[in-house]
């Protein structure tokens, strides 16, 4: 009797602990999908202004550079404006609601992508250049905040977790 008391003491501190690391998991992935976001616009940037590179073209290639999930979201878009008729807009529309749930990032952080995606094709290159430069900003305030929120609460979640599952095993015994 007394070993299944150990044993499911140790099952649920561990199903606690899980659940806290798995809210920290979040706030370790968000800093490295804004950087990898924003090095996604960078050579979306490239591509459309060094080489004039078409843009459905230009999102193939950066798709094949960049890693998931972000790749996802570009590889998507790409595919969508091959369709005939489909604007960056309606592309990158697309690609980030088919592909945000499988990151960890937050609907404002895609904001800027969709904000640039609205003048792409649209106006002249110096125009784009400075949207580029202004998604790259919002893009680089969202990862310090980020970085903030996990030096803030990463370890925080990690703890709370483990005293979590500790506090109901003795409450339970």
């Not at 659940?19 to 950087?35: A, H, N, T």
């Not at 609907?107 to 609205?118: G, P």
Request: hydrophobic share 45%.
């Amino acid at each position: 009797m007394n070993w299944e008391k150990v044993l499911g003491a140790a099952f649920v501190v561990a199903s606690c602990t899980a659940m806290g690391y798995q809210v920290s998991r979040v706030y370790r992935l968000r800093p490295l999908q804004l950087s990898e976001l924003a090095r996604a616009l960078r050579l979306l940037q490239a591509e459309i202004e060094y080489t004039a590179t078409p843009l459905p073209v230009a999102l193939s290639r950066v798709s094949e550079q960049i890693k998931p999930p972000v790749q996802g979201v570009f590889a998507a878009a790409a595919e969508k404006m091959k369709e005939r008729d489909n604007g960056p807009k309606l592309a990158f529309t697309y690609g980030v609601q088919s592909n945000s749930s499988q990151s960890v990032l937050k609907n404002q952080d895609w904001s800027a992508l969709l904000n640039l995606s609205e003048t792409l094709g649209s106006t002249d290159i110096l125009h784009q250049s400075r949207e580029f430069q202004a998604a790259l900003l919002h893009m680089e305030s969202m990862r310090e905040q980020a970085t903030e929120a996990q030096r803030r609460y990463e370890r925080l979640w990690q703890y709370l977790g483990i005293l979590t599952g500790l506090f109901v095993v003795l409450l339970l015994y």
